[in-house]
């Protein structure tokens, strides 16, 4: 059974950064590629970053390239999601989720998901 822990939310000032992680266990993690999503209030959830297994391969949503970084350390079965420059449109529950396909955008391509992790935003 696999099992997705997020931590690293809060509140942060616009203009902040915050270091998102998810550990993976129960499952090999470097077998997995891996994504995040965010879903505001009153809002559809939507991809924001992915990696590949390998770890050579990234993904960014437009409203976040420049700005948000994925990345991965196999040895301690951890994905991160570093945000910079942060917005107050960025203020969302922010999950992560494992996917056996090789890198996907959509949440149909993901086979576990975390429970989510809250990032507010202040003006």
């Known amino acids: 059974q696999v099992q997705l822990v997020e931590s690293g939310g809060g509140l942060v000032q616009a203009g902040g950064s915050l270091r998102l992680s998810c550990v993976l266990s129960g499952r090999t993690f470097s077998n997995y590629a891996m994504g995040w999503f965010r879903q505001a209030p009153g809002k559809e959830s939507e991809f924001v970053a992915g990696i590949s297994w390998s770890g050579d391969r990234t993904s960014y949503a437009d409203s976040v390239k420049g700005r948000f970084t994925i990345s991965r350390d196999d040895a301690r079965n951890t994905v991160y999601l570093q945000i910079h420059s942060l917005k107050v449109e960025d203020t969302a529950v922010y999950s992560c989720?494992?996917?056996?396909?090789?890198?996907?955008?959509?949440?149909?391509?993901?086979?576990?998901w975390g429970q989510g992790t809250q990032v507010t935003v202040s003006s």
């Open positions: 989720a494992a996917s056996v396909l090789l890198l996907e955008t959509t949440r149909a391509g993901y086979d576990y």
